[in-house]
């Protein structure tokens, strides 16, 4: 009998209380002899990440742990914010199945034996990576991981004002940290960016870094406000509600990348965005709030579910900082609508300060990885 995935979420007044609830929850049923632990823990708790780690470990009797810390973490139907809270799942991998590796800081941390020898005897085709926001240039070996062996990639970065831990084995920062998994683990991944369209696609006929001058040889501003129509008034379109979605070359599934919309220039129907764009490059607005968002993560449950070939097993959610209360108007609602389309899941997570998924980096989205 295959062995089940288990995890547990728990806020209290302090480290000791959160890690104590954690322990008596997960022991309520028979943990598996062998097995990968995932834990998150809320800002509030980042400092004591060491001490859960430590405790958990021995309680437990779990020996290989991979996590972070996020301003807010998340469970099955369940999200904290602003709380001493913790996230925990418990993945029965024999050690064989995966392999951690600590924080990558330069890309010739790539070439580390062990690592190398791991990528070999594993051939990975998935794998999850925490990072830390303060080393943006160490983050540049993503895409360079992600090439090595073709691994698809999830995860998140670290958020909060308390720095950034990192769990590979033991409490690290800085750099790219995580795990890879052996190449017959399956796995679903969907990602919801939180926004619908407004427009189709355009192609930029002028521009360079981040000023759009003409999209479809016409003006940028021009073909935006008659895309808005009747809400394309100037303070609308730069009121945050509206985005720029840069097309990603290549996908065959409409994949993009959301840029803020940080500025228009009505003498010369420009607009700016945050994002480097240049002529060719395939553009579209989308409209980004409440509903768009409940929109979007349901189609992208949806979809999931149509590729399950039957009940998951587990769960990993990395979702943005900006997502949760902000978008989704209370803490919990963002994961009671995963909870009511695929059910009560084994499922951990966080909220972090930007989204991996495959080799590129999003911002306001929710990356769901399950196990299959």
Not at 76 to 105: D, N, Q
Request: glycine share 12%; proline share 5%.
């Amino acid at each position: 009998m295959t062995a089940e995935f288990r995890a547990a979420h728990a806020s209290g007044e302090n480290w000791a209380s959160v890690a104590s609830e954690l322990a008596e929850l997960l022991e309520k049923e028979p943990l598996p002899s062998q097995a990968l632990a995932f834990l998150y823990v809320s800002e509030a708790l980042s400092d004591d990440i060491g001490s859960i780690l430590t405790f958990l470990r021995s309680r437990l009797s779990i020996e290989h742990w991979v996590g972070t810390a996020g301003v807010g973490v998340c469970g099955s139907g369940r999200a904290y914010f602003g709380v001493p809270a913790a996230s925990v799942m418990i993945a029965p991998f024999a050690s064989e199945e995966f392999h951690i590796f600590e924080p990558l800081k330069t890309d010739s941390d790539l070439d580390a034996p062990e690592l190398q020898r791991a990528i070999d005897r594993l051939q990975p085709i998935f794998g999850l990576v925490h990072g830390d926001p303060s080393a943006p240039a160490s983050l540049a070996t993503l895409s360079e991981l992600a090439r090595m062996g073709s691994t698809y990639l999830v995860g998140g970065i670290a958020s909060g004002e308390r720095g950034a831990p990192q769990i590979a084995g033991r409490v690290v920062d800085g750099g790219l940290s995580g795990v890879l998994f052996d190449g017959k683990t399956a796995v679903q991944v969907g990602i919801s960016q939180a926004c619908t369209p407004v427009g189709p696609v355009h192609r930029v006929t002028e521009g360079r870094e981040g000023i759009v001058a003409t999209l479809d040889d016409r003006p940028a501003l021009d073909v935006l406000k008659e895309e808005l129509d009747a809400d394309g008034s100037e303070h609308s379109i730069v009121s945050g509600r509206y985005h720029a979605a840069l097309m990603v070359p290549g996908s065959d599934t409409g994949d993009f990348v959301v840029r803020n919309l940080m500025g228009i220039d009505p003498h010369n129907n420009m607009i700016a965005i945050s994002g480097d764009v240049q002529a060719g490059d395939a553009i579209r607005f989308v409209r980004r709030d409440g509903a768009a968002a409940e929109q979007d993560l349901r189609r992208m449950l949806s979809e999931l579910q149509k590729r399950l070939p039957g009940k998951p097993r587990g769960a990993l959610y990395c979702s943005c900082v900006a997502r949760g209360p902000h978008l989704f108007g209370t803490e919990s609602r963002e994961m009671m609508i995963i909870r009511d389309e695929l059910g009560d899941l084994p499922l951990t997570g966080f909220y972090g300060n930007g989204e991996i998924c495959n080799d590129r980096f999003y911002g306001y989205t929710g990356v769901l990885t399950l196990f299959v």
